[in-house]
């Protein structure tokens, strides 16, 4: 049973057994929804006996991080990979540019998901980002008393990820959970009815102390984070008068002058690896995303990476003030000047990498306590739908 060390007291993770697979058929394809039992932790039991998960599970995705949380509070949770709408690979690429970024197999899919609910009677669903459900699907799933919350992710008005359809359908959602403050009103302007803020989190199983040390040299600045046009150009200024820095994420050999420091992807035990022993590591927003935080601000601090931010309001408020347990950075050439300076500091790197894992681990900021969050929302919303004897996870 694995297990994890806090404060140097050893912490049991709750065992769990996970169901055989649940084959649905549905439309043209076939989903699977896995089923996972855990021993039940009596507060989120009485928030919620069963989930649905619609997402990503592999790697860093937030769907994998919403189940292992799930698990840790003893919660029965069925997960539908969203992967299992995709089709083949040149099928989705030609749908994805030319149709509306509707995943080929989309309303095969939502059948699937409403079949796999019926089966195993999840009293909240919660799909990630743009989820290939459709609008008939929630509403039979919200008729049959499941309350059902979009935790958006990525910024639905981004222009590379809009998609009419998804737009469309997040009204019929019961509740969305923006990861900025930037979009809220849009929600509210597309007719969604209850939209709140809920920041990214860490995922406290991939992202805890790295179990082994790193087997190549540390980067003296490390960036993660997929190559957007304004990165590329914030990186290729920053190289101008900075330190060298080590790339990881997609897209970065696509940037010839960039492809000398891109390492590509890398595995959630290689970037804990990567974090720790970096001296330094950088967090950039998306502008296209209209992010004020992004999932590496909490990542980079519950590892204690010594971190130089881009100065936003939202960083501000979860990083505290600059100097404290980060320092900020407004322009490339600005974020060069500040990394020289922390290279040539060793003690204060320390001192900065301590006092931001202090204040992340210790602020309620794990995936498990976004989680509780989604959860006492929903179940309010159920206890106005369905009353009190079908809201206490019965």
């Known amino acids: 049973m694995p297990r994890r060390v806090t ?43 069963t989930l649905a998960i619609v997402g990503s599970f592999d790697g860093t995705h937030i769907g994998g991080s919403l189940w292992r949380a799930a698990t840790l509070l003893g919660i029965n949770t069925a997960k539908f990979d969203v992967n299992d709408a995709g089709g083949n690979r040149i ?54 008393g499941i309350v059902c919350v979009n935790y958006s992710t990525d910024d639905p008005w981004n222009p590379a990820l809009r998609a009419s359809w998804h737009l469309r359908l997040l009204p019929e959602y019961d509740v969305v959970f923006t990861t900025r403050r930037a979009n809220i009103e849009n929600f509210a302007a597309i007719g969604c009815s209850d939209v709140r803020y809920l920041p990214f989190g860490y995922d406290e199983r991939l992202f805890c102390r790295p179990a082994r040390s790193l087997d190549e040299l540390a980067p003296e600045v490390l960036f993660v984070g997929g190559a957007d046009g304004d990165r590329a150009a914030f990186m290729t200024e920053f190289l101008r008068t900075g330190p060298r820095v080590a790339l990881v994420g997609g897209y970065w050999e696509r940037f010839p002058a960039l492809r000398p420091y891109a390492l590509g992807k890398r595995s959630p035990e290689s970037l804990c690896a990567m974090t720790a022993a970096a001296k330094v590591n950088l967090c950039l927003v998306r502008r296209a995303n209209r992010d004020g935080h992004v999932m590496r601000s909490f990542e980079i601090a519950a590892l204690g990476g010594c971190m130089l931010a881009e100065n936003t309001a ?49 602020g309620a900021h794990t995936y498990r306590d976004r989680l509780v969050s989604i959860l006492k929302a929903a179940a309010r919303i159920r206890h106005v739908r369905c009353g009190p004897d079908q809201s206490a996870g019965q």
């Not at 929630?138 to 008729?143: G, T, W, Y």
């Open 7 to 49: 404060g140097g007291a050893r912490e049991r993770w709750p065992r769990a057994r996970v169901s055989r697979n649940i084959t649905l058929r549905g439309g043209e394809m076939t989903a699977v929804a896995l089923l996972t039992y855990a021993r039940p932790a009596p507060t989120a039991r009485k928030l919620c006996a």
């Open 314 to 362: 939202e960083h501000r408020e979860i990083l505290g003030p600059d100097g404290e347990a980060v320092v900020y950075f407004s322009t490339a050439r600005e974020a060069a000047e500040r990394a020289r300076l922390l290279l040539a500091d060793p003690a204060e790197r320390a001192r900065l990498s301590a006092a931001v894992r202090t204040r992340i681990s210790r």
């Open 91 to 144: 099928l989705r690429a030609a749908i994805w540019r030319f149709g509306d970024r509707r995943p080929p197999r989309m309303h095969g899919f939502a059948k699937s998901i409403l079949e796999g609910c019926r089966r195993s009677g999840p009293e909240i669903l919660i799909a990630t980002g743009a989820a290939p459900l459709t609008r008939s699907v929630l509403r039979r799933s919200r008729s049959m």
